[in-house]
Each structure stands twice: as structure tokens, then as C-alpha cells.
């Protein structure tokens, strides 16, 4: 009897011994896919930053998988309670290493496809092809695991299994979002398709982007790009009655008249709401029909030179990373004044035409140049993040693609936005601060929240006309910023009000969150307070924050921190 004791006492402390071996094994290979979980983004595939990581889990997983089922371990199997626990832990172990070896042969492969010759555009289509397929096929993969019993596990366990099925269900998603946008990008390029291009200046904002100044047709063919010469928006309006305006811009912003005036489509920041009535004006005043809308703003173009390096104008002018932003923030406006003599239609002409030259050397630098890709991947995902390229798509399953993507421009009932608009017919916005405050109190079963907004003009002297003003007929001075404060509350919040009870340029509804706005008015070297509070019916959550897309992002502080929304970013409470 003893002896039999003695050697169950063993056998345990031996397959305890094991079990906590293959455990430790299990722990560092998650530690190693936690390590290649943070070098995941497009540039790092491109350098595979995560393949030696991951490399490194699938060994940790294979000893912890020899470990987990040694015959040692093969009488806890069929222990009712144990051995559930056990299979649990043997399952996981081994999915992750699937997940490590998978992941890591899904990078090499996404290695190999972006380093083969593509020098041509129809090269590109066949390369977005390849990483649409390879994305899906990484995804069935993946979807062939089994993680293992989920029920009736100890806490600890259970909260490890959850963890890990969440993770692998959103890597799921974001490889089927990755085939989706590598395949719609590529239907586009190989064409025929035209997308309609609106060029953003963030010299003068609206909501969410820059005023669309300019537009023309970009038209794509067997992987190559075609841009007509661009229009000034001023010079192409839309004749009333032709463009219907409806829905919560028709209510919010109909009073500017945004289905006639380019300029004010951006009072909404909602890209799936004016990029189709943008294609709508386009088609009336030119009778072309377009399959989608791109958006590019000024610092989209310098995140492109960044990638591209400097690009050669048809005037000669140089053009690179380091000017664009200032070229095409001040510099051009140079010199210029408002008033409609022929000098002033002789400036404004060669300041389109040096606007129209800068995007098509733009796009010939990305079709023709060879590009470093880890920049170029980097370029691309800053400009999306901030809102400095903004995409939408007449098809519903490209659209659908370009949402998942993050460069739609849509609003979620989450989302909050603080958004100053230039009414002042000037480029002052690279000289006008926004620091804002939120705050967020539970009171009983619900949230009471204040955001303060803080404004101030730094407009230097010594600026020309069309840059500080004033503009005719508008009745303002050198320097003074007149436009609106519109913040975009989430969906569910509730009695929206800005302090002191100022007149209000808009309330109610904008898509899925409220949008309440003032005007504001600030001199030169002043500044101006806006404090707007309103109600959310819960206790604890979360808003998201959507970018401004201006070059100089607002500032956010709440509880001891601060963001700027130069990215998107949650603020739970």
C-alpha cells in the first residue's frame, strides 16, 4: 500500500513537474507572439519585423505541445474535471502554435510578393491580387483551428481561452478586411474606372478635412493613373435645382447651399454623406459619371513626397517632403489680394496651375518611381489615420471595403469631434490653436460632461491679403478669424447646450452623433472660450475621437492626460 503511495506521490509531482514546464514553454511563446503582435503594421511586413518572434513562439509551443501531452500526462485525461482543464490548455497551446507558425509563414510570403519587380502598373494589379489572395487564404487558415473546450473551465483558464479566441477572431477580421481592400484596389487600378479628386487645403478647414479648392477626374486603365487638369471649385458651381440636398445636411447645413458651393460640402465631416453628392455636382455641371471620390489634403501630399522624395513641377519648381506644406499653406497665397484686377487672375491662374502640376508629378513619382516600400506603407497609414485621404465608392461591397478600412470618413454613435470652420474667406488656420478639455462626472445613472474649447489666433503681421485678409464685403479686419465651432457629440448623449446660450448655427442630428455649433470670432493675438455641456444615460463607457485633419492637430486633456487627434483614439470612463 505504501509503495503504491509513494508512486502515485511521484507520478504527481512528476506530471506536476511537467505540466509547469510545458506551462513555462506555453508563456514564453505568448510572450513572443505578444512581442510580434506590436511589429504588425503594414511597414513592419514589409522589413519582417515580427517573422523572428514568431519563429521563436512556434519553437516555445512545439516544446510546450511535446510537454502537455506526454504519456506522464495520459491518466489526468480521463479525470472528469482535470482533464477537461488539461485538454484545455493542451488545445490552446497548440493553436497558438499554429497561430505563431501560420503567422510567421503569412509574413514571409507578404515579403516575398512585395519585393518582386513591379515596375509597371499592371504589375501592381497581379502584386494586390497576390495579397488579397494570400490575405484570405491566411484567414482560412486560421479558421481551421481548434482552440479547445470552452465551458465549465477554472477562471484563470477561461479568461486565457477567451483572451485568445478574441485575438484570433481579430486577426480574422483584419485579414479579411486586408483581401478586401487589396482586391477592391485593385479593381480600381486596373480600371477602366474614374474617381472623382477633391484637393483639400488645410490652410482654410472645414469639418473632418480641408477645403475642397480644387477638383478634377482621375482616371485609372490596366494599373495606370490619369489626372485631367484641376478646377478651381469656385469657378464651377452648381446651378440651383440641379443637385438635391437632403437628409442631416440638408437640416444642419442647407443654409450654406452645399449641393451648389464645393466649398461647403465640408460642413459635415461625413465623407460617405458629400463625396456622393460631390459626385452628383460634378456629373451636372460635366455630364461624366464617376465610380467613387478621393479626397487628398496637403499633409497627404507631403506624407506621398515623404515616400517619393522631391518631384519636379512643369514651371521647374522643386518640390519636396521639406516645402510642400509650407509652398502650398502661404506660399502661394503670396502676393495675392483679393481684389479682381488682371495681375490678381494671372497670380490665381499659375497658383491652380502650380496646384494641378504638384498632384500629377505626385502620382507619376508613385506609378513610375521605385519606391521604398517600408515609407510608402508608413505614408499611407498616417494619411488615412489623420483623415488626410478620405475615399468613397459608388459600388457597395468597394465601399463596404474602404469602411472597414478606416478611410471612409464615416461617424459611429461613439464618435466626438471638435472641429473649427474658416468662414473668413482666408488661410489663417495654420495659425489658430485648439486646446480642448473634456470632463466627465457620474451622477447617479447617468454622465454629466463639459468640454471646454480654447482658441487663440497667433496671426503674425506682415501677411499677404488673401492669406490674413480681409476679404471684401465680409466685414472683418487684417488677421481676424471668423468661422464656426462645431463639435460633434456621440449618438446616445442628450441636451447638448454651450454655455451662456450664444446664437447657434446648427443642433440636432448629424448621421449617428449630434452635431451643436456657434460662430466664433477672434482677432489677432486674442482668444476666445467655448464651453459646451451636455448628459450620456450611463455610468461608465467610452467615446471615440475622430482626427480634425488640421495640420496642427487639436489637443485633448482629460483625467491627467493629453492626446492630440492627429489619430483616432478612445477616452473611456
Known sequence: ???????????????????ALGLLHASHGMADVNQAKSHLTASDVVDRSATAPLHAAVKEFDSAHGLLHSPLLAPLDIVPVIGRQL???????????????IGAGAIDKAHAVLRSPHSSGSDRVVELRRLAALAANTDRALGRIDTGPAHALVSPLASKHDTFVRDLTDARTRLQHAAGVAGTMADILNGPQTYL???????????????????????????????????????????????????????????????????????TPQFDVNAPLAAQMWEAETGQHVDGVIAVDVEALHQILLATGPVTLSNGTVVNADNVVQLLTHDQYEGLVDLPTAAQARAEAGREDQQGSLAQAALNALENESLDLKSLSNAMTTATQGRHLLMWSAKP?????????????????????????????????????????????????????????????????????????????????????????????????????????????????????????????????????????????????????????????????????????????????
Open 1 to 19: 500500500m505504501w509503495a503504491a503511495i509513494v508512486v502515485v506521490v511521484l507520478w504527481l509531482a512528476a506530471a506536476g513537474g511537467v505540466v
Open 87 to 101: 485538454r484545455s490548455v493542451q488545445d490552446l497551446s497548440s493553436a497558438a502554435g499554429q497561430v505563431a507558425q
Open 197 to 267: 479628386l477633391l484637393m483639400a487645403n488645410n490652410a482654410e478647414m472645414r469639418a473632418g478635412s480641408g477645403d475642397f479648392l480644387e477638383v478634377g477626374a482621375l482616371a485609372t486603365h490596366d494599373g495606370h493613373l490619369q489626372l485631367s487638369n484641376l478646377n478651381q471649385t469656385v469657378n464651377i458651381p452648381v446651378a440651383p435645382g440641379k443637385v438635391t440636398v437632403t437628409g442631416d445636411l440638408e437640416a444642419r447645413w442647407g443654409w450654406l447651399k452645399p449641393g451648389q458651393d464645393w466649398r461647403n460640402l465640408g460642413f
Open 397 to 573: 461591397e468597394a465601399q463596404a471595403n474602404w469602411v472597414r478600412a478606416g478611410v471612409a470618413g464615416q461617424l459611429s454613435p461613439d464618435s466626438m469631434m471638435t472641429a473649427v470652420i474658416n468662414r473668413g474667406a482666408n488661410k489663417l488656420d495654420p495659425y489658430l490653436s485648439v486646446d480642448t478639455d473634456l470632463d466627465l462626472q457620474p451622477r447617479g445613472k447617468r454622465t454629466v460632461g463639459t468640454l471646454t474649447v480654447h482658441l487663440h489666433n497667433s496671426t503674425p503681421t506682415g501677411q499677404s491679403q488673401f492669406i490674413a485678409g480681409p476679404y471684401p464685403g465680409i466685414g472683418t479686419v487684417y488677421g481676424e478669424y471668423k468661422g464656426v465651432l462645431a463639435v460633434n457629440l456621440p449618438g446616445y448623449a442628450s441636451t447638448p447646450r454651450i454655455e451662456g446660450n450664444p446664437p447657434l448655427d446648427a443642433l440636432g442630428a448629424e448621421g449617428p452623433t449630434w452635431v451643436i455649433a456657434t460662430p466664433v470670432d477672434i482677432k489677432a493675438g486674442q482668444a476666445q472660450k467655448i464651453v459646451v455641456h451636455f448628459t450620456v444615460p450611463q455610468v461608465t463607457g467610452g467615446v471615440r475621437v475622430v482626427p480634425t485633419a488640421r495640420l496642427t492637430p487639436v489637443t485633448w486633456h482629460y483625467r491627467g492626460s493629453t492626446h492630440t487627434d492627429s489619430v483616432p483614439f478612445t477616452l473611456s470612463w
